[in-house]
């Protein structure tokens, strides 16, 4: 579809200034590669073109059908391109959901047509898509755009035709341009998908305004963002999203910053203005990405050194101190009167040599991450020859280099010696200082991304079907769980509560009080109360008997008079908790796009107006817990300490936030849930108030709906024996293993390595190992082989399976360390990827095998695959449908 032999049009045309003529002289630019059969039953030729009547005429097989026709039409086109069995569909008529009811009902019917075929389709009511590497423009715009290694995708057709014109008057090529339309099938995730392996393709900007099929953005985004940077410009930051809410978490976690959350778990980088898109783009994928925010200037002029500086505090950055050494070079070449510091003034008649010295002296400097330079028109300095001379020096280095000459005509030949020399320039400083904090944010959020987390003491499948016929029995007659409820929720997962009970009566309430230990608490338990301080239902400080039934029965009458329709379960009694340095607040609420979401922040009765929080998604390991703390400004009191108050251990709070997430997995039948406050109290985290709404949508059998990142799938984790009778321990591999697994690669041999990898590999840097731990279970799976070996565990063996992204095969592998060969273990892992192929709906799964392996080749011979010689290794393949 995207690199068509033959190209119909349906509903070409000559008439000046329609649609059809314009698809249809664009397409034409690229008929040497390709042929273009229009199709229009009013017509004997377009364009100098034979004309057919109707696509089932044209005699040969079409792969890529341009549709631009009456939408009621349309369901009759794609029936008859199903078929021709074509390949694919773009649909630029308008006239669909858009228009309402009719339009929706005319999708529908495509969609029912489509299920039936192979057939993909982009649109309806999109621009087109284009790939000037391969001389295709299948969009109707008056630009053609150059080929180039940016690929660009927008939702908005006309917005995506002003920012390609915007591109294409500066001189950005791209690897393609594609318009989502409506989305009916082709979405952001199947083309960064088609684009992570696309060779022509070096980065990718989005313009979003919705995310369609989260999930599958969210698997395709963290599949490759590692390797080719997605940017993306989201529409909507301060779209209305204040809606009533039946939880702090659901009023704090607003669409946009769930939006961000999202894109940084995926190391998507989100940028805030269009020109932002292209800046980034050129960059991100270098080899020069910053080890940290300390930033270089070497200037010929104090203004723009200003800007510049003033720029990198407002995006975060740091102006570099310059070493000794640097000082005193510079010290030594320049007047007296020269800065004496960053940014490096060397004045306004620098000439050629000193702007030479300056940047090697900086780039040298192992104080400075990256360079700007900065040159306004002054003195006798040619830019052109400055330029050169930069370039030069730029071809050595190993910290990015950002360029700033300042003008227009004057310093265009500059611009494009850079920009030939793929060093990134700018016209302003702060545009300049603005990208550089965006490639040290890619950097230092890929890094805190792929940190190789600590195993945590946390149980990873509590007992729980009580607690799911809790939940679906409340949901019955209630819309929120009652606070003995939470509370059993709360104990299963271990997540620290300060101990209460519910009482019905006053008296019940002082008994329980004595049973608990003065002081107590009293509150009003009532899902139809959300914020029980508003009405007078929270009383603490009780220290008799007498004080809690007169309490009791206070907040039962203030009840009764605020919310005198209220449905009240009781009062529930709870033990104080003393010693109380910081309030916090733990919550969780589902996304309308991203599912589950879990929330962090500072807590108590004023969360919302202090609006101290952060979101991550939901599962939370302690390196993803961790992080969504350090975005909070309360993370500051808690690792460093505040006034009186001492710092407190993070550990526990990262085990109670990972218990939480957990529990969030577990249960999609919760559409809200709050601990508020989530205490700290003498070094120890307590929950002292806690609310769970639930979803009654949320009860079917599907796993996992509520989530757009697939857990980690205990369900494959098998005790299993040896031929031996050696006890061992088969399960998917996670983050946590990355030390076990590089241990284990160091001690193959090296004939086992290299049938393994075709080359013998002892060591592995941590990026690599994060590629091989860190995986996404929806499109790949590990399963590992460990077992105990006096006092540690140790990896035997392991099996892979990559799925391709067009979902249909998967490319498997398997090594078992050398000692427990021909114990059948090697057999058993490719048996559970088999497993796990069939679920996902595989068709068939392959490997390559050096031909002198012969103990693998039988292995797979044995378990029903094919094998056939290719070249110089044998490719085994098995059909599994």
């Known amino acids: 579809m995207l690199n068509p032999k033959a190209v119909a049009v349906i509903g070409a045309s000559e008439t000046e200034g329609t649609v059809g003529q314009s698809l249809m002289r664009n397409l034409m630019e690229g008929h040497d590669a390709r042929k273009i059969y229009p199709v229009n039953p009013n017509r004997e030729t377009v364009m100098g073109l034979k004309s057919f009547p109707a696509l089932s005429k044209i005699p040969e097989h079409v792969d890529l059908a341009v549709i631009a026709t009456p ?53 309806p009511n999109c621009v087109g898509l284009a790939r000037p590497q391969v001389n295709l423009n299948a969009t109707f715009l008056r630009d053609n755009p150059q080929p180039g290694q940016i690929a660009f995708v927008s939702q908005s057709g006309a917005l ?24 009916l099938d082709i979405d952001f995730g199947d083309l960064i998908d088609y684009l992570g392996d696309d060779p022509y393709t070096r980065s990718i900007i989005l313009y979003m305004e919705q995310v369609g099929n989260a999930k599958k953005f969210m698997s395709a985004a963290r599949g490759f963002a590692r390797t080719k940077p997605i940017i993306v410009i989201k529409a909507g930051r301060h779209a ?23 894109f940084k778990r995926a190391g998507v980088v989100m940028v805030d203005e269009i020109g932002d898109l292209f800046n980034c783009a050129s960059v991100l994928d270098s080899r020069f990405l ?48 020269w800065s004496h510091g960053n940014p490096l003034d060397i004045l306004g008649d620098a000439n050629v040599s000193r702007y030479e010295l300056a940047v090697k002296t900086c780039i040298s400097d192992p104080k400075i991450d990256g360079l700007l330079v900065i040159y306004t028109p002054q003195g006798t300095t040619q830019p052109s020859q400055l330029a050169e001379a930069i370039t030069k020096i730029a071809a050595d280095r190993r910290k990015p280099m950002l360029t700033v000459w300042m003008g227009e005509s004057g310093v265009r030949e500059s611009r ?13 400083p702060e545009e300049a200082v603005k990208t550089y904090a965006y490639m040290y944010q890619y950097r230092r959020n890929l890094d805190q991304l792929y940190q190789t987390p600590a195993e945590l003491p946390v149980v990873s499948s509590p007992p729980k079907a009580h607690l799911k016929v809790v939940i679906r029995n409340a949901a019955k007659t209630r819309k929120a769980l009652t606070q003995p409820e939470v509370d059993r929720f709360l104990d299963a997962y271990d997540i620290p509560r300060a101990k209460g009970a519910l009482a019905k009566s006053a008296d019940q309430a002082a008994t329980i009080a004595i049973d608990l230990g003065y002081p107590v608490a009293l509150k009003v338990s009532s899902q139809d109360i959300l914020h029980k301080t508003d009405i007078g239902g929270v009383v603490t400080g009780l ?15 203030r009840a009764r008079k605020g919310k005198p329709d209220a449905r009240i379960d009781g009062i529930y009694v709870q033990k104080m908790v003393s010693g109380i340095d910081y309030e916090l607040i733990l919550g969780a609420k589902k996304d309308k796009d991203f599912g589950s979401v879990i929330l962090f922040g500072m807590g108590g009765i004023g969360v919302e107006l202090i ?52 529990l969030i997995v577990d249960f999609p039948e919760i559409a809200e849930m709050d601990i508020n406050p989530l205490v700290a109290a003498d070094g120890r985290f307590c929950v002292l108030d806690a609310r769970v709404i639930i979803d ?103 099996s892979r399976l990559i799925i391709d992204p067009g979902k249909k095969r998967g490319e498997f592998a398997v090594v078992v360390a050398d000692n427990y060969q021909s114990r059948g273990l090697g057999t058993k892992l490719v048996d559970m990827l088999i497993e796990f192929a069939r679920e996902k709906g595989i068709d068939t799964i392959y490997g390559t095998v050096m031909s002198e392996n012969i103990k693998m080749i039988q292995l797979c011979e044995k378990l029903g695959f094919t094998t056939r010689r290719e070249h110089e290794n044998v490719t085994a393949e098995l059909k599994l449908s």
Not at 93 to 116: C, H, M, Q, Y
Not at 290 to 316: C, E, K, R, S, Y
Request: aromatic share 6%.
């Open 416 to 428: 494009e010696i850079f920009q030939k020399n793929n060093i990134p320039t700018y016209q302003t």
């Open 696 to 798: 009654p949508n949320a009860f079917n059998h599907q796993p996992y709906p509520h989530l757009v990142i697939t857990p980690y799938p205990a369900k494959y984790i098998v005790p299993w024996r040896l031929r031996d009778g050696t006890e061992v321990t088969l399960r998917p591999v996670k983050p946590e293993d990355e030390p076990m697994e590089l241990e284990f690669i160091r001690g193959l041999s090296t004939e086992t390595s290299r049938f393994r990898f075709f080359q013998i590999i002892k060591d592995l840097p941590h990026d690599a190992l994060v590629r091989f731990c860190n995986i996404d279970y929806d499109r790949e799976m590990a399963i590992i082989a460990e077992k105990r070996e006096g006092d540690r565990t140790i990896e035997i063996g392991v």
């Open 240 to 262: 209305a999203g204040a809606k009533a809410a039946s939880s702090h978490t659901g009023a704090l976690a607003g669409d946009f910053a769930v939006y961000e959350a999202a």
């Open 611 to 662: 609006n101290d929080v952060s979101i991550g998604l939901a599962p939370l390991n302690q390196i993803l817990a961790r992080r969504v703390m350090e975005e909070t400004k309360i993370y500051r009191a808690l690792s460093k300490g505040l006034r009186n108050k001492k710092p407190v251990d993070l550990r526990p709070l990262e085990e109670v936030m990972v218990r939480f997430s957990n």
């Open 71 to 123: 939408a009621k039409t349309v369901p009759g086109i794609i029936d008859e391109c199903t078929g021709a069995e074509v390949d694919g569909a773009v649909i630029v008529s308008a006239g669909f959901k858009e228009v309402g009811p009719d339009g929706e009902k005319l999708e529908n019917e495509i969609t029912a047509i489509r299920s039936k075929a192979d057939i993909r389709i982009l649109g």
């Open 543 to 557: 220290d008799s008997a007498q004080t809690v039934k007169d309490a009791y029965k206070a907040i039962m009458d």
């Open 290 to 337: 910053p080890a940290g925010p300390n930033l270089g200037i070497v200037t010929n002029a104090g203004g723009p050194a200003v800007l510049a500086a003033d720029a990198v505090v407002t995006h975060g950055c740091q102006l570099a101190e310059l070493s000794p050494e640097t000082m005193a070079v510079m010290g030594k070449a320049l007047p007296p009167y």
């Open 160 to 183: 995506g035709a002003a920012i390609l014109n915007w591109a294409v008057s500066r001189g950005i090529g791209f690897s393609m341009f594609a318009s989502l339309g409506s989305t």
